[in-house]
């Protein structure tokens, strides 16, 4: 027997995810015909771009999960059908609040379009109808024109043309015109118009001087111009979300990425990355000098008094609404599907996680915690495993870590209220008010939430073995330099403590020698992209460090010796460490005997381990954010603070999210380290100084090995951590 399906009033969807099932895929425009009992929609498909139906004339799509569309209004299915490519669509809505205000433009709105490998301003004038109508299923497509503003304030003036045609994509802007209380007025007919298939669908007057004038004054005294004046005592610093009002009356957001006073000026400047790219903005260099790095043409120096606190995002403290701190602007509704979502790929994530309201939203302390599953979870491979267990075995707090997750993958945004819940759920009211360090919630995750069991195995002599979640260094500032690495800083504690891995471990998470932003041992740390732990795994064979034979000594007093590459671990063969230590300076030393395998050959080469940098955590004032890579291009890095600004304030507001691309960290970080042990932290762009002078704790994963074993009898013992 046929599934009984429910007929519906007309309503739209675009698809979010899933694989192509009978013509709709992702980014596909749908209608729908009928929903199943069982959560499925049979739907007509309008255009899903990449040749998979046509524009205005629909045809079968077939059946689709409804939890994998979002729904859409007739007036948003047809602004985003003439929008293409289909993945570009859904770009779009992850910045809800554009979108929504391109859906209400009025006539003569201001709006900034993208116009040939640059940015514009302009009005906009006529709301076009792409597409002949033959049939009653078809549906137009929608577009704009505009008319652009020269940079005297004015129209432009040259002989009469066609406006150009721009889609609600190619609009990055929107001034709302508060002159012209009525919005696009359709009308039926049709006008002479010489563009094939293009149909003016409403008609507005041209612009005269008390329009312009209502224009000129907007920019002057308008809404842009009393939020600046509510703001203004806000105090600015590297990291604020800011505009900056143009020459045109345009006014740009971006982030400060440095200030100071610039060679020849005398006040303090501003060095703003911006949205996007300007006409004569740079790549980060001023007056022939770099002081931060970003895409050419974002980075905009302008006296700091020029910028102002985002008003997209700043609430005035007159206003009567009543804000919950756990509201956000609209985001896709999310309903969690049986099916997990997989780590966001790298083709995705840019799209998915890049800009404001975007990753956990934090609320009352939680930066440690939303900084950590950010980077857990967000692209992370072998960490995909740990939360797929039989849904009846699966606690009711382990649901909720699964709900956030898939959220974070599915939709890029989690909203304070679901972390809340989390919060709540782990057993103490400390979790839910106060300041935590990661490591604490690190343990408690995979301990109690998880039962999972311990990630290292640690070996201290021939006979301990414990367990532990993450790595502590321990060792004395003297026997390292200045700038150390990750992998020195392991070897040496490691060597200093006597301990080794009893096996290779799925991920390692390697925290600092610090106490919060209140103790560091080292003002700089490089990062190690890989870590090399094959000589700290016992049991397992290793090379000597001479002559590459297999090792049989080791010894912790020539790891820091200038003649023999200080920061390595030194291993010998019995040849080399009789002829190394026959030196005057190392006759003291007491070399170790090494657990050799039986089996090992002397001939053999020894195979080497290694883990992967995915994600680093790091603290400033007492606030948590993170750097997590994203895919295996170098350049794959974001940044992520999960209270990167503010909306109202501490009683009626809520936190804003923010992710930001980060390539540069690609660039410095493919330097040898030899390089970057010579490098001048202060003369880099502001991430990369973060990232070096902030770091608390790295993680490196093993790709080969996903981690998904759950909590067994061990051997090992780990200590019970009791919530605090």
Excluded at 39 to 59: D, H, I, Q
Excluded at 371 to 385: E, K, P, R, Y
Excluded at 480 to 490: A, S
């Amino acid at each position: 027997m046929e599934p009984k399906a429910v007929v519906l009033k007309e309503k739209f969807f675009i698809v979010l995810r899933g694989k192509s099932r009978k013509g709709f895929c992702r980014g596909c425009i749908g209608r729908v015909e009928a929903e199943m009992q069982h959560g499925e929609l049979t739907g007509l498909l309008y255009g899903g771009g990449g040749g998979t139906g046509t524009a205005g004339s629909p045809k079968s799509g077939g059946v689709v999960r409804r939890e994998d569309t979002y729904p859409l209004t007739r007036h948003q299915a047809q602004l985003l059908l003439f929008v293409s490519p289909a993945n570009k669509r859904l770009e779009l809505l992850c910045s809800p609040q554009l979108f929504s205000a391109i859906c209400e433009l009025s006539q003569d709105d201001l709006v900034v379009v993208k116009h040939n490998k640059g940015h514009l301003p302009g009005l906009v004038k006529n709301l076009m109808q792409i597409g002949r109508k033959e049939d009653k299923d078809d549906l137009h497509m929608l577009g704009f024109e505009v008319e652009f503003v020269d940079s005297d304030h004015n129209l432009s003036s040259k002989k009469p043309a066609p406006l150009p045609l721009f889609s609600a994509a190619d609009i990055v802007q929107v001034v709302p015109s508060y002159a012209v209380p009525n919005g696009l007025q359709w009308k039926d007919q049709s006008e002479g118009f010489n563009r094939n298939g293009v149909t003016r669908i409403n008609s507005m007057p041209n612009i005269g001087s008390h329009a312009r004038q209502v224009w000129e004054n907007r920019t002057e005294q308008g809404v842009i111009q009393s939020q600046r004046s509510s703001t203004s005592h806000v105090s600015l610093e590297v990291g604020s979300m800011v505009e900056v009002m143009s020459n045109l009356g345009i006014t740009v957001y971006g982030v400060i990425q440095w200030l100071g006073v610039p060679e020849g000026k005398t006040d303090k400047w501003a060095g703003v990355e911006l949205e996007y790219e300007v006409k004569n903005c740079s790549d980060g260099k001023h007056g022939g000098q770099r002081y931060f790095t970003c895409t050419m043409g974002r980075a905009l120096f302008v006296p700091v008094t020029k910028c102002s606190p985002d008003g997209r995002f700043v609430c005035s403290s007159t206003g009567t609404e009543n804000l919950n701190p756990t509201d956000a602007p609209p985001v896709p509704p999310f309903e969690d599907p049986e099916e997990d979502a997989p780590p966001i790929p790298e083709s995705e994530a840019l799209s998915l996680l890049v800009g404001r309201m975007k990753g956990i939203q934090g609320h009352i302390n939680s930066c440690y915690l939303d900084a950590t599953l950010f980077s857990l979870f967000g692209s992370s491979v072998t960490l995909d495993n740990i939360c797929k267990k039989p849904a009846d075995t699966e606690k009711p707090i382990t649901c909720t870590l699964r709900k956030i997750v898939n959220r974070l993958r599915r939709h890029g945004f989690v909203p304070a209220v679901s972390v809340m819940n989390f919060r709540k759920e782990l057993g103490c009211d400390t979790f839910r008010t106060e300041e935590k360090d990661p490591e604490e919630f690190i343990t408690v995750l995979f301990q109690k939430v998880l039962c999972m069991e311990p990630l290292l195995k640690l070996r201290s002599g021939p006979e301990t073995c414990q367990g532990a979640y993450t790595f502590q260094i321990f060792l004395e500032k003297e026997q390292m330099g200045q700038m150390p690495t990750v992998q020195q800083l392991l070897d040496t504690s490691c060597l200093s403590g006597d301990l080794k891995f009893e096996e290779m471990p799925s991920c390692l998470m390697v925290q600092m020698p610090r106490f919060g932003n209140k103790y560091k041992m080292f003002s700089h740390i490089i990062p190690s992209t890989e870590l090399d732990i094959t000589d700290l795994l016992y049991n397992s064979p290793r090379e000597c460090f001479v002559c590459g034979h297999l090792a049989e000594y080791e010894c912790l007093q020539c790891l820091p010796d200038r003649k023999l590459q200080p920061g390595r671990i030194k291993q010998y063969c019995s040849t080399c460490n009789t002829q190394v230590h026959t030196h005057p300076s190392r006759q003291g030393h007491s070399a170790k005997a090494l657990a050799v395998p039986a089996d090992a050959a002397s001939g053999s080469p020894v195979s080497r381990h290694m883990m992967q940098l995915f994600a680093v955590l790091c603290i400033q004032t007492s606030h948590y954010v993170s750097f997590v890579k994203f895919g295996p291009d170098p350049h794959s890095w974001l940044f992520f603070d999960s209270m990167a600004d503010r909306c109202g304030d501490d009683q009626r507001g809520y936190n804003i999210p923010v992710i930001r691309a980060c390539p540069e960290l690609g660039d410095f970080l493919s330097q040898p380290e030899e390089e970057l042990a010579c490098s001048n932290p202060s003369q880099a762009s502001e991430l990369v100084r973060r990232l070096m002078c902030d770091s608390y704790m790295f993680l490196y994963q093993n790709p080969a090995a996903p981690l998904s074993k759950p909590n067994q009898q061990e051997s090992c013992e780990v200590e019970d951590m009791p919530f605090q």
